[in-house]
Every structure is written in structure tokens, then in C-alpha cells.
Nanobody, 124 residues
Framework: QVHVVESGGGSVQAGGSLRLSCAVAGYTHASNNVGWFRQAPGKEREGVAAITIGATETKYGSSVKGRFAISRDNSKNTVYLQMNSLRPEDTAMYYC?????????????????WGQGTQVTVSL
């Protein structure tokens, strides 16, 4: 059984920062590639960032490039999403997903295992 658990969400003012964590437990293949996604009410799930198992490659959605940074600590089976210069439009439920193919790294359909999400709210 693979478990994906997000944490670190919260409320912050515009311009602030948050760091999300994603703990992945289960067999190794499930943590090969990990992605962060977000979904705001009434909108489709959007790919935010993704990282390979060795952290040799990363990908970012265009709306967060230059503001967000994804990293991982394989000794802790944890992937992080550092979010800086947050904007109200970053408000969403943020999900972590594991077991994806790199060719579909920012597509929700590319992942097998999902967490329950953590809410991020950015106010003016």
C-alpha cells in the first residue's frame, strides 16, 4: 500500500512564503517521480512542479516558475515545495502525487498515487 501525505498548508498574506511537504511511503517505484498539483474551486487540477527520484530534473508550471522550488530528501522519503512571493491566485488545495512518468510529469493523469491535499490560502 502506498501512502502519500501532504502537510504545511495554511494562510499567508500576499508576498509571503510557505513550504509544503509530501511524505511518500510504500514501495520504491511509487516515489520515482513526484509532482505537486493544485486545484482551486471551479477550476481544473493544475500541474505546479515535479521532480525525478534523483532530483536531477525538475519541471514547473508557467504560473509558478521563478517563485516556487521543488526539492526532495530521499533519506526521509519527502518532497518539498517552497513557495515564495505568493499571490492570491495561488490559493488552492495543493496535492502531491507519486508514481508518475516523466513524460507526463505535470499532468494529473500521469500519476498513480495521490494524497488528500493541503489548503493554501493567500490574502491581500
Amino acid at each position: 500500500q502506498v501512502h502519500v501525505v501532504e502537510s504545511g498548508g495554511g494562510s499567508v498574506q500576499a508576498g509571503g512564503s510557505l513550504r509544503l511537504s509530501c511524505a511518500v511511503a510504500g514501495y520504491t517505484h511509487a516515489s520515482n517521480n513526484v509532482g505537486w498539483f493544485r486545484q482551486a474551486p471551479g477550476k481544473e487540477r493544475e500541474g505546479v512542479a515535479a521532480i525525478t527520484i534523483g532530483a536531477t530534473e525538475t519541471k514547473y508550471g508557467s504560473s509558478v516558475k521563478g517563485r516556487f522550488a521543488i526539492s526532495r530528501d530521499n533519506s526521509k522519503n519527502t518532497v518539498y515545495l517552497q513557495m515564495n512571493s505568493l499571490r492570491p491566485e495561488d490559493t488552492a488545495m495543493y496535492y502531491c502525487a507519486a508514481g508518475g512518468s516523466w513524460s507526463s510529469a505535470l499532468l494529473p493523469s500521469g500519476y498513480l498515487y495521490w494524497g488528500q491535499g493541503t489548503q493554501v490560502t493567500v490574502s491581500l
